[in-house]
């Protein structure tokens, strides 16, 4: 069910007003799909600035995100709260700055959530409910919407965020499936991208070609752990996200995922990894 004042927020959010006008020398936006197995954690930078999407399962996170030299956080945002998602989360918070933290609200059903809220009240970490301004990092605007859909499961209770900077645009949207795609679809905010995440890392049940059809990705990355139990990437997804010769990386296959983009919007993939696709 889809609450229309909601969509109405959601509405507004996607419209929004300008990011700030590109300045010379602004330094280039850098999308990291960070290779952390069977689950997501994707770092975003401008400079020195930096958001987190997600903080995969394990504290070793931290020692990922101070090799990249990320030493706080403009947010954290978690897609949703299970272990895969937000394991390291807790680490994250323990030893990081970090201005503001976006969560899907729901309880603390698990560890990691538990641990998650535990942490949060010891740092006395901003949790704002949404709707939430987007994050302005010189000309980049990262937007972050909620789910619409209400009593949803976990995984359909993802948040999707949005990235932007001039005609680049790449959109994340957890371990969303069909339900909420379809939901987002309705709510006309889902735009056209450059880069697409593979919702819940490539499952069968996270794509549709209507989502392919809107979203038109040139690109798509798929954060999958090796030999995982659940079978991601699944073969059928695999084939919808690589019609018309789309480019498909893994991170299983490739590592860690780069995405590098210049202050016109013009951007080159590169991969710790020995495979780039
Ligand atoms: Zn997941």
Do not use: C
């Not at 709260?81 to 030893?95: F, K, S, T």
Request: net charge neutral.
């Amino acid at each position: 069910m889809v609450r229309l004042p909601q969509l109405l927020a959601l509405a507004v959010l996607a419209i929004g007003g300008p990011a700030s006008p590109r300045q010379p020398g602004t330094p280039p936006l850098e999308i990291h799909f960070l290779d952390v197995g069977q689950a997501d954690a994707i770092l975003i930078k401008v400079g020195a600035r930096a958001v987190l999407v997600d903080a995969g399962r394990a504290d070793d996170i931290v020692q990922v995100l101070r090799e990249f030299q990320v030493d706080s956080l403009e947010a954290a945002i978690a897609s949703h709260n299970h272990d895969d998602h937000i394991g390291g989360m807790n680490a994250v918070i323990a030893d990081f700055p970090i201005k503001r933290y976006l969560a899907n609200g729901r309880p603390a059903e698990n560890g990691a959530s538990r641990d998650v809220e535990e942490w949060a009240a010891r740092t006395g970490l901003a949790r704002p409910p949404p709707p939430w301004d987007p994050i302005v990092l010189d000309d980049v605007r990262i937007s972050v919407f909620p789910s619409p859909l209400v009593d949803a499961t976990e995984n359909n209770s993802s948040l999707g965020v949005l990235v932007e900077r001039g005609s680049f645009r790449a959109l994340l949207t957890g371990d969303s499936e069909v339900p909420l795609l379809n939901a987002w679809l309705a709510t006309g905010i889902i735009p056209r991208v450059t880069v697409l995440k593979a919702a819940h890392h490539g499952a069968r049940d996270a794509v549709t070609p209507g989502w392919i059809n809107r979203t038109r990705p040139e690109l798509v990355v798929i954060s999958v752990g090796a030999g995982n139990p659940y079978g991601h990437p699944d073969p059928m997804a695999l084939r919808y996200y690589q019609t018309g010769q789309r480019r498909v990386y893994r991170t299983d296959l490739a590592g860690t995922v780069t995405i590098t983009v210049d202050d016109r919007g013009r951007y080159r993939v590169s991969t710790s990894g020995p495979t780039p696709r």
